[in-house]
């Protein structure tokens, strides 16, 4: 469930970033996917400390 919080996230603040920034159309599509991917990462992380944590 954090994983798909955070990828939402990550990709709302780099669409965000990419806009700000001036991005064309394809710059803000890069951005939103890697901000996703990135969140998603950190966000799959953090489930696997909890996870581990409750053991």
């Known amino acids: 469930m954090l994983v798909l919080i955070a990828a939402v996230i990550g990709g709302i603040i780099g669409g965000m970033t990419a806009k700000r920034r001036g991005g064309q159309r394809l710059d803000i599509v890069q951005y939103v996917g890697i901000y996703a991917l990135a969140f998603a990462l950190a966000g799959f992380v953090l ?9």
């Open 47 to 55: 489930t696997l400390i909890v996870h581990r944590m409750a053991l």
